[in-house]
């Protein structure tokens, strides 16, 4: 069990990135029609954002939201000290896609850029690494950026009904400022891996392709004993209620998952938002996500959420943080 504590760094903008194509499970050819309403009703999911424009990958999108964010933040390219980019997606094994942007924008050389492979759980490892990082740098003030995020249809085998009704293509771009004169908490981590669950979810080859594989039994027992524990012992580090956080925003997995997880831990449906019915799994980028999509300034009672990402790996990671950005936007549709 690894808990840790962040002091300064704090998110302050906030843009995700969805493609306008949509698919409706609904109206989805592979599941029989006497099907679909109950495939909506345990999912939670009925469209999906797919990228229908196979030459633009996730690097692509990752771009389309640094730019809305540093104009929106009014940032200038040479304040960014760190580039994160954490996909499973990449459209080509290397150079890094953190190296890409860095050179497709014409960042200065005193940046810091890689990437992580690293899926459902991605948000939080990566914001995590990121705030860490950000202690190191011989700077009073520093900034960086965090992308998280898949085309996650491009792992996906049309005729799987396991995987195609539940995976979307989304990513959203983080931006997090450090000031080394704030020494308060701003953020406490509990992350966690099972690796015998490792088979849960996973990618095989079919003819020079990787196709995403699950094994939906398995990740529900997985989640259901992880997610709970690892949250309840995060808040009890953090010396924390559960009634102390303005919302908790778990990854968007599917609809049976989160909504057993939220009735092990007693939490109001008012405080877990989801954006499973319009947007579907989304991978890294879920959390982010929902909370464009949810957070409020007007609703602010601690100042605080509790966000915890779960699946590939077998990963969990909790975070509670200080979450006032001055950004803080719906999905851009592209």
């Excluded at 050819?29 to 999906?48: F, K, N, Q």
Aim: with cysteine; proline share 4%; hydrophobic share 40%.
């Amino acid at each position: 069990m690894a808990l840790a504590q962040i002091s300064g760094t704090e998110i302050v903008g906030l843009v995700s990135v969805v493609p306008k194509n949509t698919e409706d499970n609904l109206l989805l050819s592979i599941v029989p029609l006497e099907e679909r309403e109950a495939l909506l009703t345990h999912t939670g999911i009925r469209y999906r954002k797919i990228n229908d424009n196979t030459e633009l990958g996730v690097k692509h999108f990752f771009k389309k939201g640094i730019e809305s964010l540093l104009q929106e933040l009014d940032w200038q390219k040479d304040s960014i000290d760190i580039i994160v980019c954490v996909t499973q997606t990449p459209q080509i094994a290397i150079p890094s896609i953190a190296c890409q942007i860095h050179g497709d924008f014409g960042f200065n050389t005193e940046v810091l850029c890689y990437d992580i492979n690293s899926g459902c759980s991605g948000f939080v490892y990566g914001l995590h690494t990121v705030s860490a990082l950000m202690q190191t740098v011989f700077k009073k003030n520093v900034r960086a950026l965090l992308c998280c995020g898949d085309v996650s249809s491009q792992l996906i085998e049309n005729i799987d009904r396991a995987t195609r009704p539940i995976f979307s293509d989304a990513v959203s771009v983080i931006g997090l400022e450090l000031n080394k004169d704030n020494t308060e908490a701003t953020g406490y981590f509990n992350l966690e891996t099972a690796g015998k669950g490792q088979q849960v979810i996973y990618s095989e080859t079919i003819d020079n392709k990787q196709y995403m594989r699950l094994n939906g039994i398995d990740i529900f027992n997985y989640s259901l004993k992880m997610v709970p524990k690892n949250i309840s012992t995060l808040l009890n580090c953090a010396n924390k209620e559960v009634d102390f956080c303005d919302l908790f925003v778990f990854h968007q997995a599917n609809k049976l998952i989160n909504e057993a997880i939220r009735k092990k831990l007693n939490l109001p449906e008012s405080k877990v938002p989801s954006s499973l019915y319009h947007f579907g799994n989304t991978a890294s980028a879920s959390i982010p996500l929902t909370l464009g999509l949810n957070w409020a300034p007007t609703n602010l009672q601690s100042g605080w959420v509790l966000v915890s990402g779960f699946g590939v790996g077998f990963s969990v990671a909790s975070a509670l943080i200080r979450f006032n950005p001055k950004v803080c936007l719906a999905p851009l549709q592209i």
